[in-house]
Structures are given as C-alpha cells and as structure tokens.
C-alpha cells in the first residue's frame, strides 16, 4: 500500500513537470472578434542550451499584432497579406503582422520569461488557434508547431494554443457561475468547518433540552 501511494505521489508531481516543458499561451482563451492580450512562456532551453531568439508566427485569425517589450529582448516584425481582410475605420486593411521575432537574452536554459503579444482576433467561436513558436538556443532550436489533435495523445512539440469564444462568454449569467463558486467555497472550508456547524446544532438542540427540563422540574415542585 505504502509503494502505491509512493508511485501515485510521484506521478502526480510529474504531471506539472511536462505541463509546462513546452511554451504555453496565457490566458489560453480569447474572444473570436476583438482584442486580446496574451503571453508566451519559454519554461526552458534546447536542453542544456539559453535560448536567444523567440520567432512567433501569427495565425489566419489573427488580423494585427503588437509586441510586448521584453528587456534584454530586440523586436523585429513581418509583415504580409491576411488570409482575413477587415475594415478599419471604413477603409478594408489587406496586410499586418505576420511574425513577431524577440532577439537577445540569454536566456538560461533552467529559467523562464514570458513574451507578450496584443492582437486582434477575426475567427470563430470555438476555433482553436496555434501560435507555431520557433524557439532557437546557442546550440540547436526546438520547434513548437505541431497542432494537437482532439482524442490523441498529446503531439511531442505542441505550438500554443488559444481558444476563441463567443461574444457571450465574458457575460455569463450571474446565476450560472455563482452556483459552482457557492460549491467551491463550501468544499474549501472543509471538514472543521463542517464540524463547527454540527457542534453549534448540539449545542442549540441541548440548551433546549437544558430549558424543557428545567420547566418541567419547576412545573414538579409547584
């Protein structure tokens, strides 16, 4: 029993571990139609390698995007023709951002940081859009581009996901999210709390048993 509970203890500490081995988005969800600010974590080199250069590709659903200022970091960008063309202002923009690059560091191959991107959103409830991140190192690079694939295993080199939603997911009925957060915040009080609540139920339940009997025994006497 001891070495199962041992094997479960260090499986579930695995399971952060590969979480954050490859670069996440976050938040990693967005509204289909607007603006969105996000980040981009590097939680690690090309092994043992500090990695220099961040180039993020940007995708069909994205129609513009800023870079954030990273310290240490140079910024360079491409542009080029959108796959989804939109009016600004009345006049129809056909080109923007296509890649963001962030240049510099080192970074150390056991540390993180983060690189920002604001970007407008043109895409679909529901569509999950990949940042294809190429990470390059002083020796090697790793290539975040692969798409994960629903009811698969989990590619090796995952590009960062963001997914999109409706224009009615940031207005959710109050009701709808005041039930599960009424659940949480009684799940997190825990047993004591539970515990306090039956001893205060005794005890109001014996101060009234106290009270009948004491008007019964005066009651007796008179």
């Given amino acids: 029993m001891r070495r199962t509970l041992v094997a479960a203890l260090v499986a579930a500490l695995a399971i952060p571990a590969a979480a954050?081995?490859?670069?996440?988005?976050?938040?990693?969800t967005a509204p289909a139609e607007g603006y969105a600010a996000f980040t981009l974590r590097v939680g690690h080199g090309c092994e043992a390698s500090p990695t220099t250069k961040v180039t993020v590709q940007m995708p069909d659903q994205v129609v513009s995007a800023t870079p954030e200022v990273v310290p240490g970091w140079k910024i360079t960008t491409k542009t080029g023709p959108l796959a989804r063309p939109f009016d600004s202002h009345g006049e129809t923009v056909t080109e923007g951002v296509r890649e963001v690059s962030w240049t510099g560091g080192p970074l150390d191959a056991h540390q993180y940081t983060e690189?920002?991107?604001?970007?407008?959103?043109?895409?679909?409830?529901?569509?999950?859009?990949?940042?294809?991140?190429?990470?390059?190192?002083?020796?090697?690079?790793?290539?975040?581009?692969?798409?994960?694939?629903?009811?698969?295993?989990?590619?090796?080199?995952p590009a960062p996901i963001v997914t999109l939603e409706g224009a009615d997911a940031e207005t959710r009925p109050?009701?709808?999210?005041?039930?599960?957060?009424?659940?949480?915040?009684?799940?997190?009080?825990?047993?004591?709390?539970?515990?306090?609540?039956?001893?205060?139920?005794?005890?109001?339940?014996?101060?009234?048993?106290?009270?009948a009997a004491l008007i019964g025994g005066r009651r007796r006497t008179s």
């Fill in 115 to 157: 690189f920002g991107l604001s970007v407008r959103f043109a895409g679909e409830p529901g569509d999950a859009v990949p940042f294809k991140t190429i990470q390059t190192c002083e020796e090697g690079e790793n290539a975040w581009i692969e798409i994960p694939v629903e009811g698969e295993a989990e590619p090796e080199s």
């Fill in 174 to 211: 109050v009701a709808d999210a005041a039930a599960p957060a009424a659940a949480v915040t009684a799940d997190d009080d825990g047993p004591s709390t539970g515990l306090v609540v039956v001893a205060l139920v005794l005890g109001a339940l014996g101060t009234l048993a106290g009270g």
């Fill in 20 to 28: 954050v081995a490859h670069v996440s988005a976050t938040p990693n």
